[in-house]
Each structure stands twice: as C-alpha cells, then as structure tokens.
C-alpha cells in the first residue's frame, strides 16, 4: 500500500491495520526458529525483545548475549515511511499556504486522520509507534500554528519592570504549577514561550479536574483572569482571550480544548483548585 498525496496516511493505516502484527510474527519466528533456535535465553512478550546467546557475533560484538527487538527490526521500515507521509503533507501544505483557512481546514483533517489512528489497537500494543506518529503531529502543528490565523501571537506575555524579572517571575510560576499534584503538564521552554508572547507547539497541558471528572476549563479562565486582576497580564487581552486561551493551553491528553465560549460565559467563583490557584498567584 503506496502513500499518495491524496491519502499520506495510506500505508501507516494498512501497515498498523493489516501487517505489523504479521511481521511481529516473522520477527519472533526468524530469531527462535531460524537464528538461535538452540541459544534463547529470555523472550518478553510485553516489550517484543529477544535476548539470545552471541554465537554470530563474537568477533565483533564483545558480550555474550544480544538483545533483538521488534522495534529495531522495522525501525528503518518506519522512519522511511514517516519521512514520506511528512514529505506529502508539506507538500500538500505548501500548495494551500497563501489561503489561511484552507490551510487550517487541511491541518484539522490531519489532526482527525491521525486520532484515528490513534485509536487502532496496534498503538495500544506497540507503545514505540507513538513517537513516529509524533513527528507527523509536530510537523502539523509547526505548519499550522495560529498565529497564522490570528494576524497576531495570542500568547501570555507576564508583565514585570524588566526582562530579567520576568523570567524569574515565570520561572516560579512554572514551579509552582507543577508541583505535586501538577496542575499542568509542560516542558519549561514552552512554558517561557506561552508567557513571553512567543508561538507554542505542543502548548500547556491543564491537569486541573473538575466535579464532572472531565478538565476545568473554569478554573483555567478563573487561573487567567486572576493574573489579570492580579496585574500580572494585562487587561488588553480579555476581549481575545478564548483565542489566547486556545493557542496556549491544551486538555491533559494535548488536545484542543473545546467549547471555550461557553465555559468563560460560566466561570465559577469556586472552580477546581480556587485555593490552589489562589495562593499561587499571591506567592508571585
């Protein structure tokens, strides 16, 4: 099955759907039955790895057992098939770039295409495959970031007297953000990002739940509005700030979050976290 420009994703769907557990097959028959039938010292079927006696390899390898995986044994297969499938998408980017929303149309159907795959059961049993879908969400989301859409960078920029007290300001706000129990999930570069008004990729990561067990976007605007009353983002972003919102902040799984309009319209005086989030804030 060829990718194509019409359908990038076409072989990463057959190969999950159709054939890895196949080759998963001939992977443990090569090295059990055919390389080292004899010479097995431990087959783990949980992370699909072989560790055999070095009767090949003794003369360029110095050990006395090698450690075969099913992720090396496709590994090549897969990096050469993801480089195609991104090559395509570019491409198909590339053509839509001069209209905005055709590029933002083509890059949420990305996104469905790839939750879809998401969702097979081979990614569930081959955890490695989520770092090679990762590539193509990277290159997705660096194409398609909002600010093409915005006109403008609707990231946080917290206010300070200078630069260097802004970085120490967010550099504590990131701290205590992530202290157990988390309250997001981020890396600190791109946490500097969301609160220096600079693009983010993989955005913040709110952990925050609420009484519906789902994420608090309550507590999320009631966190945002607080450091605006707070004096520590300035009042200048209320009128946009679902979009600020939207291109910063994700749920805990990295998705977009969703109807953003009708939680600001519904923000709680005692969200989830309101102590929490208060004492944060007041530590700044």
Same mark, same amino acid.
């Given at each position: 099955?060829?990718?194509?420009?019409?359908?990038?994703?076409?072989?990463?769907?057959?190969?999950?759907?159709?054939?890895?557990?196949?080759?998963?097959?001939?992977?443990?028959?090569?090295?059990?039955?055919?390389?080292?039938?004899?010479? #097995?010292?431990?087959?783990?079927?949980?992370?699909?790895?072989?560790?055999?006696?070095?009767?090949?390899?003794?003369?360029?390898?110095?050990?006395?057992?090698?450690?075969?995986?099913?992720?090396?044994?496709?590994?090549?297969?897969?990096?050469?098939? #993801?480089?195609?499938?991104?090559?395509?998408?570019?491409?198909?980017?590339?053509?839509?770039?001069?209209?905005?929303?055709?590029?933002?149309?083509?890059?949420?159907?990305?996104?469905?295409? #790839?939750?879809?795959?998401?969702?097979?059961?081979?990614?569930?049993?081959?955890?490695?495959?989520?770092?090679?879908?990762?590539?193509?969400?990277?290159?997705?989301?660096?194409?398609?970031?909002?600010?093409?859409?915005?006109?403008?960078?609707?990231?946080?920029?917290?206010?300070?007297?200078?630069?260097?007290?802004?970085?120490?300001?967010?550099?504590?706000?990131?701290?205590?953000?992530?202290?157990?129990?988390?309250?997001?999930?981020?890396?600190?570069?791109?946490?500097?990002?969301?609160?220096?008004?600079?693009?983010?990729?993989?955005?913040?990561?709110?952990?925050?739940?609420?009484?519906?067990?789902?994420?608090?976007?309550?507590?999320?605007?009631?966190?945002?509005?607080?450091?605006?009353?707070?004096?520590?983002?300035?009042?200048?972003?209320?009128?946009?700030?679902?979009?600020?919102?939207?291109?910063?902040?994700?749920?805990?799984?990295?998705?977009?979050?969703?109807?953003?309009?009708?939680?600001?319209?519904?923000?709680?005086?005692?969200?989830?976290?309101?102590?929490?989030?208060?004492?944060?804030?007041?530590?700044?």
């Amino acid at each position: 099955m060829k990718s194509t420009a019409e359908n990038p994703f076409a072989f990463l769907e057959w190969y999950f759907e159709k054939q890895i557990e196949k080759d998963l097959k001939e992977f443990y028959i090569n090295i059990t039955e055919e390389l080292y039938f004899n010479n #097995i010292d431990e087959v783990d079927k949980n992370t699909h790895s072989v560790k055999v006696l070095n009767i090949h390899h003794k003369d360029e390898i110095d050990s006395e057992y090698l450690t075969f995986t099913f992720e090396g044994s496709i590994k090549s297969k897969l990096n050469a098939e #993801i480089q195609n499938t991104i090559n395509l998408i570019e491409q198909e980017l590339q053509k839509r770039f001069s209209d905005k929303k055709e590029v933002k149309a083509y890059a949420d159907f990305l996104r469905i295409k #790839i939750r879809h795959i998401e969702s097979f059961k081979t990614i569930k049993e081959f955890s490695f495959l989520e770092k090679y879908l990762a590539q193509i969400k990277d290159t997705v989301n660096r194409y398609s970031a909002e600010v093409k859409f915005y006109g403008f960078t609707p990231s946080f920029t917290l206010l300070a007297e200078n630069e260097k007290d802004q970085q120490e300001k967010i550099e504590k706000l990131y701290n205590l953000l992530i202290e157990p129990p988390s309250l997001i999930n981020s890396t600190k570069e791109e946490f500097f990002n969301a609160f220096t008004g600079n693009e983010v990729v993989e955005g913040i990561h709110w952990l925050v739940v609420g009484k519906s067990k789902s994420i608090s976007k309550s507590s999320l605007f009631y966190f945002i509005n607080e450091l605006i009353n707070e004096k520590h983002l300035s009042p200048s972003i209320i009128n946009d700030l679902n979009k600020y919102v939207l291109f910063t902040f994700r749920d805990n799984s990295g998705k977009e979050l969703k109807n953003l309009k009708q939680s600001k319209a519904t923000i709680s005086n005692n969200p989830a976290q309101k102590e929490r989030i208060d004492t944060i804030i007041s530590s700044l």
